[in-house]
Nanobody
Framework: QAQFVESGGGLVQPGGSLRLSCVTS????????MRWYRQSPGKQREWVAT???????SYDESVKGRFTISRDNAENTVYLQMNSLKPDDTAVYYC?????????WGQGTQVTVTA
């Protein structure tokens, strides 16, 4: 059974940084496309970034140049380094995996950016 454990969220001031981690088990991590999504109160969940099995990366325009997605296949872990954080980045961040047409979600970690 797939399990995702997310960590690294918290409270940070504008301009600050956080690094999210998502440790996975129960999936063939090295064959999975890994993604981060986020959801703010009153809004739909939105895609943030993807790193595929070939380590090709893509980002939503709102985070491009500020966020970096990476993965460690040996540790079955995907990361999201978030720099120059803005109040608009406040959301619950979710780890997502697409592996062989099956999709999995983490439980989410709260990121709050406020002065």
């Amino acid at each position: 059974q797939a399990q995702f454990v997310e960590s690294g969220g918290g409270l940070v001031q504008p301009g600050g940084s956080l690094r999210l981690s998502c440790v996975t088990s129960g999936i063939r991590f090295s064959l999975a496309d890994m993604r981060w999504y986020r959801q703010s109160p009153g809004k739909q969940r939105e895609w943030v970034a993807t790193i595929n099995m070939y380590e090709s990366k893509s980002y939503d325009e709102s985070v491009k140049g500020r966020f970096t997605i990476s993965r460690d296949n040996a540790e079955n872990t995907v990361y999201l380094q978030m720099n120059s954080l803005k109040p608009d980045d406040t959301a619950v961040y979710y780890c997502n995996a697409l592996e062989d047409f099956s999709e999995y979600w983490g439980q989410g970690t709260q990121v709050t950016v406020t002065a």
